[in-house]
């Protein structure tokens, strides 16, 4: 015994050698200037903007998200910026500053929640942001650069974005004190093969690696809402609980081009104001609204399939038959792992990036607070059996509270364990999104048609078999009583029965892996597309056939950035940014 542990010790007094020398070898990034919030700007009521009379500006965000409050922040250091946002402040609020509370922040379903869930219509219960800050606020943090590839691809200018991302990272990134469970995914992948294990690092490269973090090693969540404290507060001004209902365009007999001119909004009480841009030609509104809300806008304000918007009674401002059309969700399954002691509670902090183009993950300790027992997060429920048990078509978000309601009398030990994850890169099975009715406040009706094509099916299957080596390595069998191992048949079983989609299970669904992903698909939230480069904005994210408009968010992407993208789409907010201002004045722009 006293030499097993000599021997634990000395690899993990190794690993901590090895770790400590990846840190180093960060440089730059490791040692942080700083950043104060001292300068944010103050986040006023919608209500407090005037009916009447009020001041023009030269640029209007709409949406306080991962992409729209850096974007603001950089247009604001030389213009006047009025920065519309849907939801609350993320300040004070403990559901969003504490990582402990993530998945109780997305079971949250009340109206002034910061997460806003909404079920697509291929049964799989999903969220998105609703508050200042957006996806940055409610997501489980990890951050994770994209790959060079990704950003020729998409054809950005390679210097700015190397720029553009360390801007980001100095102000809310942190590397994360490994959490065990984080360690055990780490070794279990290189024993498995995911290999080299690459260290800390924000970079995209095949293998193993550490990434960074949103959460300080206190567990506070740092925001896309701190990036506003990089912008001139006299020239920004934040308006919270500002629903924007649509754009305004002046399509005046005669223009080639419908302008945008402005936007109309309603306030707290509902009381409706309109936003105007000011008399220069380079002033436009920018939709930072995310996947769902930036089709859904342009859809409300008369841009898109003309039949659709036909159908809602909304004159046609643009027919374009793209808008809301391609929209993808990386599907993500996941297998839970019972431990024989509760793991200390991690969101994502190790990745293996495996050549199929499948990525693993892990998360643990779902049942650590009394407070959290009684949540189901969304996707999973870490104590088995609950909802699997009711026949699908009676399942429901309403249901799914109710359970979680119900929760205190289950024994504490049916929540111990973690999972491993495993997410489908660039889906090839697309969906679409649609109006249901004309109120922005209701959620657009949302497919995303998981394992449609039968590569994202095989690359599942891969995914599922990488997870079972995984668990097979001496690293996992060491976590169970006995170091047998865990039984694969046994895990799939129990995975099963933890899942929360509402998609009705099959009597196979553990013979065959094919079926496993399909009965099992939950969403790691990381959808996309609906207002695509090239189909509905131009390669600057100018929307085609109008003028004074572009969009710029997750909104716009034909495949998710990276590993997980908020640090492709905080970074891109700050990109264009620094485009637009050096667009307009070159060299005396000065960032
Ligand atoms: P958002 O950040 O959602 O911004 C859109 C904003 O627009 C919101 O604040 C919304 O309230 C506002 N808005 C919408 N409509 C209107 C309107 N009509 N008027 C005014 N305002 C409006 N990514 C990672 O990299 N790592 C992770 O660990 C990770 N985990 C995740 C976990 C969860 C639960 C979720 C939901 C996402 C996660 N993601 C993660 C994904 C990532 O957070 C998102 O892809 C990203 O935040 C999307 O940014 P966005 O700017 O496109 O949209």
């Known amino acids: 015994m006293a030499s097993s542990r000599r021997v634990i010790s000395t690899s993990f007094i190794r690993v901590i050698v090895c770790l400590c020398f990846f840190r180093l070898s960060q440089g730059k990034g490791a040692a942080k200037q700083p950043f104060t ?73 009340a109206p002034d929640s910061a997460s806003q869930a909404f079920v697509s219509t291929d049964g799989v219960i999903n969220a998105r942001a609703r508050v200042l800050g957006g996806g940055t606020c409610i997501n489980a943090g990890f951050y994770s650069r994209a790959s060079s590839s990704f950003v020729q691809d998409v054809g950005w200018d390679a210097d700015l974005v190397n720029e553009s991302y360390p801007w980001v990272e100095d102000k809310v990134v942190h590397w994360p004190k490994i959490a065990p469970w984080q360690a055990a995914l780490r070794d279990g992948l290189v024993q498995a093969g995911v290999s080299p294990f690459n260290g800390y690092t924000y970079d995209h490269v095949s293998g193993t690696k550490v990434g960074g973090t949103i959460f300080d090693e206190n567990g506070h969540r740092h925001t896309a809402a701190d990036l506003l404290a990089a912008g001139d507060p006299n020239n920004l001004r934040v308006l919270l609980h500002a629903s924007v209902h649509k754009i305004v365009f002046n399509s005046q007999q005669g223009r080639l081009k419908p302008r945008a001119i402005g936007v109309q909004f309603a306030d707290e009480d509902g009381r409706l104001h309109q936003a105007l841009l000011n008399n220069n030609r380079e002033s436009e509104i920018i939709v930072s609204s995310g996947a769902i809300g930036s089709p859904q806008l342009l859809l409300l304000s008369g841009i898109g399939p003309k039949n659709d918007l036909k159908n809602h009674n909304i004159p046609v401002i643009l027919h374009n038959k793209y808008v809301g059309k391609r929209m993808a969700d990386n599907p993500m399954n996941s297998i839970f792992i019972p431990t024989k002691s509760p793991p200390r509670q991690s969101l994502i902090e190790t990745v293996g990036i495996t050549g199929a183009g499948v990525f693993i993950e892990a998360s643990s300790g779902f049942g ?44 504490k030990e049916v929540f111990q364990g973690g999972f491993i994850l495993e997410k489908i890169d660039g889906p090839l099975s697309t969906g679409h999104l649609v109006l249901i009715d004309t109120d922005v406040r209701n959620n657009p009706a949302v497919t995303f048609n998981y394992f449609s094509h039968p590569q ?41 029965r933890a899942n929360v989609n509402l998609i009705p299970k099959h009597t196979n669904t553990t013979e065959s892996l094919e079926q496993f992903c399909k009965d099992t698909v939950i969403t790691i939230w990381h959808y996309h597309g609906g207002c695509n480069v090239g189909k509905v904005v131009d390669q600057q994210h100018r929307v085609l056939g109008v003028s004074g408009l572009r969009v710029i968010d997750g909104s716009t992407f034909s495949r998710s950035p990276g590993t997980n993208p908020q640090a492709t789409v905080m970074m891109m907010g700050r990109y264009f940014g620094v485009k637009i201002l050096r667009g307009r004045l070159g060299q005396a722009a000065g960032v």
């Open 456 to 496: 994202d099916l095989s690359r599942c299957v891969y995914g599922i078999k990488t997870i079972e080596k995984i668990l097979k390595t001496n690293r996992f069998a060491k976590l169970t009583p006995d170091a047998a191992g865990y039984e694969m048949e046994r895990m799939l079983n129990m995975s099963v």
């Open 37 to 109: 919030l001292k300068n944010l700007p103050s986040l006023e009521k919608a209500s407090s903007f005037p009916t009447t009379r009020h001041a023009t500006y030269d640029y209007i965000v709409i949406g306080g998200g991962t992409a729209g409050c850096p974007l603001a922040a950089t247009l604001s250091l030389k213009y006047k910026v009025l920065l519309l946002e849907r939801g609350g402040s993320p300040y004070g609020n403990r559901n969003v500053s504490y990582m402990e509370n993530f998945h109780i922040g997305l079971s949250n379903m």
């Open 368 to 411: 650590q607070s009394s407070d959290s027992i009684h949540c189901h997060h969304g996707i999973m429920s870490a104590e088995i059996g609950q909802l699997s048990t009711v026949p699908p078509k009676q399942r429901s978000l309403e249901l799914a509270k109710k359970y979680a309601q119900d929760k205190l009398n289950l024994p």
